[in-house]
């Protein structure tokens, strides 16, 4: 699982050798570098942040902790044997672990060169491949199904794009699931005490969270979509929408992670997951194919 959360990321934000947060446009080209040049600094940090709470092959779909050995949203483990599987930001590709000791095929791939070399660090096996998820390097109808644990989605600035990606490479009846920031949170500061519980912003405000250096490049992007942007980006991706996942805050989870907490997690949602389908094509429509070919 790859993620981080909008809030700025230094202790000091008026340091001047430190990132300065603001909230601007920031088009594809810029989201892109940013988050390739973010991840390959931080990756090391991160895995020895949050590795622990990953593991080396648990599938986990968000801070909360829900594990998709008792989630199933990509369809129980036994129906996963021998299905080809791509993980989107897979960052040290733990998730992809845990699909192939399932039986399935897994393919992970993330923009950060440095996520990926923490990947071979855990366990050599699971092929990798580095690129951005806008432009996914692989044949049309290659894999059964499509993941993502808040890899990409959150970082691009344009989310339909992906989708369109993923539903080219999905063969038709697959499943494309993936996790996010829930929405709400964009509301509310990015703190797990009780200031974190306060409405800061308004949910509506889409322009996205920016972290720039002093020549006011971006080094850390991160853009908000409204729970129903979501919904219509999914539908102009070409899917259709399954189940809408809220996980709620486990009572086992006692741990922080950035503005994720039981506090809040036992008021609001902190997570989305979508579980969404490439339809197949009806015996009619492929009939009209053929006779019109």
Not at 273 to 289: K, L, N, Y
Request: aromatic share 8%; net charge negative.
């Amino acid at each position: 699982m790859s993620q981080e959360i909008h809030g700025t990321h230094s202790d000091e934000p008026d340091d001047p050798a430190e990132p300065a947060a603001t909230r601007r446009a920031a088009d594809e080209a810029e989201s892109s570098r940013a988050s390739r040049g973010w991840w390959d600094r931080n990756a090391d940090e991160y895995q020895n942040d949050h590795g622990g709470f990953l593991g080396d092959d648990r599938f986990v779909w968000g801070p909360e902790g829900l594990d998709e050995a008792e989630a199933a949203l990509l369809g129980p483990a036994a129906s996963l044997k021998g299905l080809d599987v791509l993980e989107i930001g897979a960052g040290a590709a733990q998730c992809s672990r845990w699909l192939a000791a399932q039986g399935a095929r897994p393919v992970a791939l993330d923009l950060s060169h440095r996520q990926l070399q923490h990947a071979l660090r855990i366990g050599e096996g699971i092929p990798l491949v580095e690129a951005d998820a806008g432009r996914l390097p692989f044949r049309d109808g290659s894999f059964d199904l499509a993941c993502s644990a808040y890899g990409a989605v959150p970082f691009v600035a344009d989310p339909v794009q992906v989708f369109r990606e993923v539903h080219r490479v999905l063969r038709p009846g697959g499943r494309w699931v993936f996790s996010v920031t829930h929405p709400i949170r964009w509301a509310f500061p990015d703190e797990p005490g009780p200031e974190g519980l306060s409405v800061a912003a308004s949910y509506f405000d889409r322009v996205p969270y920016v972290e720039q250096d002093e020549q006011g490049d971006a080094v850390y992007v991160e853009h908000h979509r409204t729970l129903g942007d979501r919904v219509r980006d999914v539908v102009a991706g070409g899917f259709r929408l399954v189940d809408l996942v809220e996980p709620e805050w486990p009572a086992w989870n006692n741990q922080e992670w950035g503005g994720w907490s039981p506090l809040r997690g036992n008021l609001i949602p902190g997570t989305a997951i979508f579980v969404c389908e490439r339809d197949r094509p009806s015996a009619e429509g492929s009939a009209r194919t053929t006779l019109g070919a």
